[in-house]
């Protein structure tokens, strides 16, 4: 319970009375709001890829994260007018390409600065991804963990490619 002090210092952030503070104290949560889903997790990656889009060219672009529904992927290259250049609009159907020519279609959610979000129209299996991503850039964790990098990548001994 908090003290009076608390109570005095919350009441008078919040710009209530202690009765309206008490009162809102002891509201119940609010119900669970179908339309507002917690979000998915996220991978962290560092991947390249192609944003593939009608009547424009092939752009490579890195894959941020992921989860299984989604993207955070940003535009690389020069600036042009004071914006990316081709970034994609809200709202458009674009193709994301994955290494190993792996395609996704996706609807654009936001676009912010060189970055965008798009969420994906099938189910992306994560974890095959990450181990797909772990094994490309076995020659990064040999060189940052010689010792470990058979151990991290829980694939056996590492393999000169």
């Known amino acids: 319970m908090a003290s009076e002090m ?3 210092i919350y009441a008078a ?28 997790p996220r991978l962290r990656t560092l991947i390249s890829a192609t944003l593939l889009r009608d009547t424009l060219p092939a752009q490579t672009i890195i894959v941020r ?3 299984e529904r989604g993207m955070c992927l940003a535009c690389k290259g020069d600036s042009g007018n004071g ?6 609009l809200g709202d458009e159907i674009v193709c994301i390409r994955l290494p190993e020519n792996v395609e996704h279609l996706a609807q654009v959610r936001w676009v912010e600065g060189h970055a965008f979000g798009v969420e994906l129209f099938c189910t992306l299996d994560v974890e095959a991804l990450g ?3 772990r094994r490309r850039n076995v020659h990064f964790l040999h060189m940052l963990e010689p010792d470990g990098a058979a151990t991290a990548m829980g694939d056996g ?3 000169d490619q």
């Open 6 to 8: 608390e109570t005095a």
């Open 13 to 40: 952030l919040l710009g209530m009375t202690d009765s309206e503070l008490v009162e809102a104290a002891l509201l119940p949560p609010r119900p669970y709001a179908p339309d507002h889903l917690p979000r998915a």
């Open 65 to 67: 994260n992921v989860s």
């Open 83 to 88: 914006g990316y250049k081709a970034l994609p």
């Open 131 to 133: 181990a797909a991503n």
């Open 157 to 159: 001994p590492v393999r």
